[in-house]
C-alpha cells in the first residue's frame, strides 16, 4: 500500500479557517462538474475561501488541478454534489454557518444562484450535516439539514443544540421548511435503505448527545415522518457522533455502518430486520487512540469513507483524524487512518506505512480515482493546514470497474439505486447510490468496485422505484455507463479505461 504527496498539484493554499464555530465542518465535494471524466472538487473554506479546483490530471499520470473562479460564499463549512433540476448538470448544496445555498450548474464548471422559481429557503442555522433522496413519484430531491449550536439562544452552547430540516418539493419547486425535533448537534445524515424493504429513512449522527436531555444517534421514518423508538428495535445509542460511513462489508447486502467519534469508531453490523449490532473490538474498526507517536488520548474521527483502495475485492475504510482544536482529553496527534480489510472480515492498520497517517487536524476527506488509473485517491481537508493530496501508486493492485448510472427523467444520476456486482467465485459486492454520510462531505462519481485477480463480473440493478435488472456481464479495468435496457435488461456503455 503506497500513497504519494500530491499536495503541490493544488495552485494555492487550501484550508479550513475559523474560530469555534468552524471547530466544525470543512467539508469537500466532489463532482465532474465538466463533463470531462475526471472529478473535480469543492473546498470548504469557513473563514477562509472556498474553493473550486479543476482536475487537469493526465490519464493515468500526476495528479494535476487549476483553480476556477466560483460564486465566493463566506462561512461555507461543507457541499454535496446533487442534480437538483434533472438537467444532467451537477448542482452544489452548500452549507454554511449562514444562509444555505444551492449552486445552479450551468456546465463547464459554471455555476449561479438557484432561481427564485426554486423557492429554496435553506435557512439561516449554523448547518453541518445535509442528505438528501427522491420520494415517490416525486420528480425533485427531498433534502434534509442537519445544524448544530444555536448561536441564537442565550443559554448556549451547551444544551443548545439547534433543530434539523427536512424540505420536501413541491412540483419543481421546494415546499416550506419542516422541522424535526429535537436535535442533538448534527454533525452526519444519511438517507438510506438499510433494511433494504425498499423504503428509505433518516440516519443522523449527533455530537453533543451528553449535554442535552435524552440526547443519542437518531434514525427517522420519513412516511410517516417520525423517529424510530426502541420498541420498534432501535436501542438508544450514545456517542459523540461526528461521521457516517455506510457499506455491505459482509456479503450479505445489508449494509453496515462505521459512526466515527470522540473515542472509539464504531462498526454496527446490519443483521436484517432493522436490527444493527455494535461489532467485536477483534474486527479492528475501533480505532480509539493514535496508532503511532506517544499521545494516548483518545482520537478524535471525523470523515469515514468506504473504498477498496487496493482493488481486491475487499473494502477498506479510511477515517480522518484530528482534535477539535486544543481539547486537552483527547490527542492533539492524531494520524488518519487507513484500515485494509483481511480475507478474514478483520481490519489491519496501514495509515502510516502507506504514508496517509498526517497529524493535522483532519475534517472532511474523500476516496476518488483522480486521474482515471482504477485506483482511489485520497482527499482531505484540514482545519488550518494545507489540504492534502494523495495519489494511490499501490503496487499489484487487482482488477476494477466504474459504474455511471443513468436514468431519463429527473433523477437521472438514480439516487437511492442499489448495484450488485457478481464476481466468478460467487461473492457479490452491494453499493448503494446515496447522497449524504461522511463529514459535510460528499461525492457524484461512478461507484468503484475492486475485483482482485478477475477480468470480469457480472451486473444487477435495483432502480429507485423497485424494478429488478436481470443480471449482465461487464468487463473490468474501465468506466461503464449503465441505464435501463429492454425489458429487465441493462444498457452498459464504455466511458473509459486505464490508460
Given at each position: 500500500?503506497?500513497?504519494?504527496?500530491?499536495?503541490?498539484?493544488?495552485?494555492v493554499r487550501?484550508s479550513?479557517e475559523g474560530?469555534?464555530?468552524?471547530f466544525?465542518?470543512?467539508?469537500?465535494?466532489?463532482?465532474?462538474?465538466?463533463?470531462d471524466?475526471?472529478?473535480?472538487?469543492?473546498?470548504?473554506?469557513?473563514?477562509?475561501?472556498?474553493?473550486?479546483?479543476?482536475?487537469?490530471?493526465?490519464?493515468?499520470g500526476?495528479?494535476?488541478?487549476?483553480e476556477?473562479?466560483?460564486?465566493?460564499?463566506?462561512a461555507?463549512?461543507?457541499?454535496?454534489?446533487?442534480?437538483?433540476?434533472?438537467?444532467?448538470?451537477l448542482?452544489?448544496?452548500?452549507?454554511?454557518?449562514?444562509?444555505?445555498?444551492?449552486?445552479r450548474?450551468?456546465?463547464?464548471?459554471?455555476?449561479?444562484?438557484?432561481?427564485?422559481?426554486?423557492?429554496?429557503?435553506g435557512?439561516?442555522?449554523?448547518?453541518?450535516?445535509?442528505?438528501?433522496?427522491?420520494?415517490?413519484d416525486?420528480?425533485?430531491?427531498?433534502?434534509?439539514?442537519?445544524?448544530?449550536?444555536?448561536?441564537?439562544?442565550?443559554?448556549?452552547?451547551?444544551?443548545?443544540?439547534?433543530?434539523?430540516?427536512?424540505?420536501?418539493?413541491?412540483g419543481?419547486?421546494?415546499?416550506?421548511?419542516?422541522?424535526?425535533?429535537?436535535?442533538?448537534?448534527?454533525?452526519?445524515?444519511?438517507?438510506?435503505d438499510?433494511?433494504?424493504?425498499g423504503?428509505p429513512?433518516?440516519?443522523?449522527?449527533?455530537?453533543?448527545?451528553?449535554?442535552?436531555?435524552?440526547?443519542r444517534?437518531q434514525?427517522?421514518?420519513?412516511?410517516?415522518l417520525?423517529?424510530?423508538?426502541?420498541?420498534?428495535?432501535?436501542?438508544?445509542?450514545?456517542?459523540?457522533?461526528?461521521?457516517?460511513?455506510s457499506?455491505?462489508i459482509?456479503?450479505d447486502g445489508?449494509?453496515?455502518?462505521?459512526?466515527?467519534?470522540?473515542?472509539?469508531?464504531?462498526?454496527?453490523f446490519?443483521?436484517?430486520g432493522?436490527?444493527?449490532?455494535?461489532?467485536?473490538?477483534?474486527?479492528?474498526?475501533?480505532?480509539?487512540?493514535?496508532y503511532k507517536?506517544?499521545?494516548?488520548?483518545?482520537?478524535?474521527?471525523?470523515?469515514?469513507?468506504?473504498?477498496?483502495?487496493?482493488?481486491?475485492?475487499?473494502?477498506?475504510l479510511?477515517?480522518?483524524?484530528?482534535?477539535?482544536?486544543?481539547?486537552?482529553?483527547?490527542?492533539?496527534?492524531?494520524?488518519?487512518?487507513?484500515?485494509?480489510?483481511?480475507?478474514?472480515?478483520?481490519?489491519?492498520?496501514?495509515g502510516?506505512?502507506?504514508?496517509?497517517?498526517t497529524?493535522?487536524?483532519?475534517?472532511?476527506?474523500?476516496?476518488?480515482?483522480?486521474?482515471?488509473d482504477?485506483?482511489?485517491?485520497?482527499?482531505?481537508?484540514?482545519?488550518?493546514?494545507?489540504?492534502?493530496?494523495?495519489?494511490n501508486?499501490?503496487?499489484?493492485?487487482?482488477?476494477?470497474?466504474?459504474?455511471?448510472?443513468?436514468?431519463?427523467?429527473?433523477?437521472?444520476?438514480?439516487?437511492?439505486?442499489?448495484?450488485?456486482?457478481?464476481?466468478?467465485?460467487?461473492r457479490?459486492?452491494?453499493?448503494?447510490?446515496?447522497?449524504?454520510?461522511?463529514?459535510?462531505s460528499?461525492a457524484?462519481?461512478?461507484?468503484?468496485?475492486?475485483?482482485?485477480?478477475?477480468?470480469?463480473?457480472?451486473?444487477?440493478?435495483?432502480?429507485?422505484?423497485?424494478?429488478?435488472?436481470?443480471?449482465a456481464?461487464?468487463?473490468?479495468?474501465?468506466?461503464f455507463?449503465?441505464?435501463?435496457?429492454?425489458?429487465?435488461?441493462?444498457?452498459?456503455?464504455?466511458?473509459?479505461?486505464?490508460?
Open positions: 500500500m503506497l500513497f504519494v504527496d500530491r499536495a503541490s498539484a493544488l495552485p487550501q479550513y474560530e469555534w464555530n468552524h466544525v465542518g470543512g467539508g469537500l465535494a466532489v463532482l465532474d462538474c465538466n463533463d471524466g475526471r472529478p473535480d472538487v469543492y473546498a470548504a473554506g469557513g473563514a477562509a475561501p472556498s474553493r473550486l479546483f479543476v482536475n487537469a490530471s493526465a490519464k493515468g500526476e495528479i494535476a488541478f487549476a476556477r473562479p466560483i460564486q465566493p460564499l463566506g461555507v463549512t461543507g457541499a454535496y454534489p446533487l442534480d437538483v433540476d434533472g438537467d444532467g448538470h448542482d452544489l448544496v452548500v452549507l454554511r454557518d449562514g444562509p444555505n445555498m444551492i449552486l450548474g450551468e456546465g463547464a464548471c459554471r455555476f449561479s444562484s438557484a432561481p427564485p422559481e426554486w423557492t429554496f429557503d435557512g439561516r442555522e449554523w448547518t453541518t450535516s445535509f442528505s438528501a433522496t427522491f420520494e415517490g416525486q420528480d425533485w430531491p427531498t433534502l434534509a439539514f442537519g445544524n448544530y449550536v444555536d448561536k441564537t439562544d442565550p443559554q448556549g452552547p451547551f444544551e443548545a443544540c439547534d433543530r434539523n430540516y427536512l424540505i420536501r418539493p413541491q419543481r419547486a421546494f415546499g416550506p421548511r419542516i422541522a424535526l425535533e429535537p436535535g442533538f448537534c448534527a454533525l452526519s445524515m444519511l438517507v438510506s438499510w433494511k433494504r424493504n423504503v429513512d433518516l440516519r443522523i449522527s449527533n455530537d453533543r448527545q451528553y449535554y442535552v436531555r435524552n440526547g444517534e434514525m427517522w421514518h420519513l412516511e410517516p417520525a423517529e424510530y423508538t426502541e420498541a420498534e428495535g432501535w436501542p438508544e445509542l450514545k456517542l459523540w457522533g461526528m461521521g457516517i460511513a457499506r455491505d459482509t456479503g445489508l449494509p453496515e455502518v462505521v459512526l466515527t467519534s470522540m473515542g472509539d469508531q464504531v462498526l454496527q446490519n443483521e436484517g432493522g436490527v444493527m449490532r455494535n461489532a467485536p473490538w477483534s474486527v479492528g474498526t475501533y480505532s480509539t487512540v493514535p507517536g506517544d499521545d494516548g488520548r483518545p482520537s478524535t474521527g471525523w470523515h469515514a469513507e468506504f473504498g477498496d483502495v487496493d482493488n481486491d475485492g475487499r473494502d477498506d479510511f477515517i480522518a483524524k484530528g482534535n477539535v482544536d486544543q481539547m486537552p482529553s483527547n490527542a492533539i496527534h492524531d494520524p488518519n487512518n487507513l484500515l485494509i480489510q483481511q480475507p478474514d472480515g478483520t481490519f489491519v492498520e496501514r502510516d506505512a502507506a504514508g496517509v497517517g497529524m493535522d487536524r483532519a475534517r472532511g476527506a474523500a476516496l476518488v480515482d483522480l486521474n482515471g482504477g485506483l482511489l485517491d485520497i482527499l482531505v481537508n484540514n482545519r488550518r493546514a494545507p489540504m492534502e493530496v494523495w495519489q501508486a499501490t503496487a499489484g493492485a487487482g482488477h476494477w470497474l466504474a459504474l455511471d448510472l443513468s436514468l431519463p427523467g429527473s433523477n437521472r444520476r438514480a439516487v437511492g439505486a442499489i448495484v450488485e456486482l457478481r464476481l466468478p467465485d460467487g457479490v459486492l452491494t453499493r448503494e447510490n446515496t447522497i449524504g454520510g461522511g463529514h459535510a460528499g457524484a462519481v461512478p461507484l468503484h468496485f475492486g475485483l482482485g485477480a478477475y477480468d470480469t463480473a457480472e451486473v444487477r440493478v435495483t432502480w429507485p422505484k423497485g424494478s429488478v435488472s436481470d443480471w456481464p461487464v468487463h473490468a479495468d474501465g468506466v455507463r449503465v441505464a435501463p435496457g429492454e425489458g429487465e435488461g441493462l444498457t452498459i456503455s464504455r466511458l473509459g479505461g486505464a490508460p
